[in-house]
T-cell receptor
Framework: GAVVSQHPSRVICKSGTSVKIECRSL??????MFWYRQFPKQSLMLMAT?????????EQGVEKDKFLINHASLTLSTLTVTSAHPEDSSFYIC??????????FGEGSWLTVV | KQEVTQIPAALSVPEGENLVLNCSFT??????LQWFRQDPGKGLTSLLL?????REQTSGRLNASLDKSSGRSTLYIAASQPGDSATYLC??????????FGKGTHLIIQP
């Protein structure tokens, strides 16, 4: 079964609204989680590193005020796309490192902004 | 900054053939090298993970190799099946850092 759960799997929102995506680690604690974005026919790009109890670290070119990340507990990180626009439509996926070198990915979230 | 390149971008072969997918990376000081499978409209499925101290990993019909000195990894798929059709991604990194992905190889196995 899934060890990292991501919700929602698909969401459609109106332009200008905000949408929140949740990433939960199941049965293990994740002090760090990673958020990626994938545009059609492109590779996954790391957006930010979510750190429990501290501010997220954003990759170059990713607007921290637009993509709000909250890692409120050891099992939950959220990504909020604020004032979403059609160009934010993408596939968003999170991951969390497990024991050893294992990396667990969520199921991903398809965001469509209309 | 690490860059990961995958060749070919797309590949179509008849069922039953053995095939090799290639991945190259610019920074040989990698933590891990990992291969994933992504089906259309789906998330990622981890296939094989090669730690920096290892040279290869095998799982069923899949074999992945790692040559840090040349900055290359290959994924070998034996006796391909139509169900193997998917996009295959390689990624470098891990641990406290995120992963750097290649753009993937879109594989089609013809029945």
């Amino acid at each position: 079964g899934a060890v990292v759960s991501q919700h929602p799997s698909r969401v459609i929102c109106k332009s200008g609204t905000s949408v929140k995506i949740e990433c939960r680690s199941l049965d293990f604690q994740a002090t760090t989680m990673f958020w990626y974005r994938q545009f059609p026919k492109q590779s996954l790009m790391l957006m930010a590193t979510s750190n429990e109890g501290s501010k997220a670290t954003y990759e170059q070119g990713v607007e921290k005020d637009k993509f709000l990340i909250n890692h409120a507990s050891l099992t939950l990180s959220t990504l909020t796309v604020t004032s979403a626009h059609p160009e934010d439509s993408s596939f968003y996926i999170c991951s969390a490192p497990g024991l050893g070198n294992t990396i667990y990915f969520g199921e991903g979230s398809w965001l469509t902004v209309v | 900054k690490q860059e990961v390149t995958q060749i070919p971008a797309a590949l179509s072969v008849p069922e039953g053939e053995n095939l090799v997918l290639n991945c190259s990376f610019t920074d040989s000081a990698i933590y891990n090298l990992q291969w994933f499978r992504q089906d259309p409209g789906k998330g990622l499925t981890s296939l094989l993970l090669i730690q920096s101290s290892q040279r290869e990993q095998t799982s069923g019909r899949l074999n992945a190799s790692l040559d840090k000195s040349s900055g290359r990894s290959t994924l070998y798929i034996a006796a391909s099946q139509p169900g193997d059709s998917a996009t295959y991604l390689c990624a470098s990194g891990g641990g406290a850092d995120g992963l750097t992905f290649g753009k993937g190889t879109h594989l089609i196995i013809q029945p």
